[in-house]
């Protein structure tokens, strides 16, 4: 059964650091891309990150570009995000996703199959 | 950035009804539109993928069209358990966005 679980979140001032771990099971990690996720209360979802397999290639959204890192351990089966330089509007659950590359007749086609339960990040005084 | 708008944002059904939901992008994107399903304090689940295709496991009273700019998600014989809010996403181009929500709940 494949499983992603977070953890790491908490209770930050402005302008801290956090990392935020994701612990993958029941596939085999090095396959597969990966991605952070976030959802601020009671707001929509944003994508902040993502690793290729290999992490050859990593992007990240420009609201994050500079102050978070994407890193990813396949021999451990973890994934993680460093957050330095920490806003109020960073404030949200960050998800961990898994990534996956569909191919059909008319392309190639990316989605989030599985989804961690989240760890809240809290950037507040 | 892609910017995807639903509509409604919002909306109260009864069960057994069908349910439309419809996703606009603000540039095409072929079928690269995928649809999840969000219930409060969860993860999303995926639903539809690649526009139209259903997920494993999704009971097939979910569907979803469209390409281009315009999508749709289709519940027919609305289900207690699909009061949930479901949001759009396009993976056309980097950053992949998300559509605001649309929450569908009881009449």
């Known amino acids: 059964e494949v499983q992603l679980v977070e953890s790491g979140g908490g209770l930050v001032q402005p302008g801290g650091s956090l990392r935020l771990s994701c612990a993958a099971s029941?596939?085999?990690?090095?396959?597969?891309?990966l991605s952070w996720v976030r959802q601020a209360p009671g707001k929509g979802l944003e994508w902040v990150a993502y690793?290729?397999?290999?992490?050859?290639?990593?992007h990240y959204a420009d609201s994050v570009r500079g102050r978070f890192t994407i890193s990813r351990d396949n021999a451990k089966n973890s994934l993680y995000l460093q957050m330095n330089t920490l806003r109020a509007e960073d404030t949200a659950v960050y998800y961990c996703?898994?990534?996956?590359?569909?191919?059909?007749?008319?392309?190639?086609?990316?989605?989030?199959?599985?989804w961690g339960q989240g760890t809240l990040v809290t950037v507040s005084t | 950035d892609i910017r995807l708008t639903q509509s409604p944002s919002s909306l109260s059904a009864s069960v057994g009804d069908r349910v439309t939901i419809t996703c606009r992008a603000s540039q095409t994107i072929g079928s690269s539109l995928n649809w999840y399903q969000q219930k409060p304090g969860k993860a999303p689940k995926l639903l539809i993928f690649?526009?139209?295709n259903l997920q494993i496991g999704v009971p097939s009273r979910f569907s979803g069209s469209g390409s281009g700019t315009d999508f749709t998600l289709t519940i027919t014989n609305l289900q207690p358990e699909d009061f949930a809010t479901y949001h759009c996403?396009?993976?056309?181009?980097?950053?992949?966005?998300f559509g605001q929500g649309t929450k569908v709940d009881i009449k």
């Open positions: 996403q396009q993976s056309s181009t980097l950053p992949w966005t």
């Open positions: 690793v290729s397999g290999t992490s050859t290639t990593i």
């Open positions: 029941g596939f085999t990690l090095s396959s597969y891309s």
């Open positions: 996703a898994r990534d996956v590359d569909y191919y059909e007749n008319s392309g190639l086609f990316y989605y989030f199959d599985y």
């Open positions: 690649a526009a139209s």
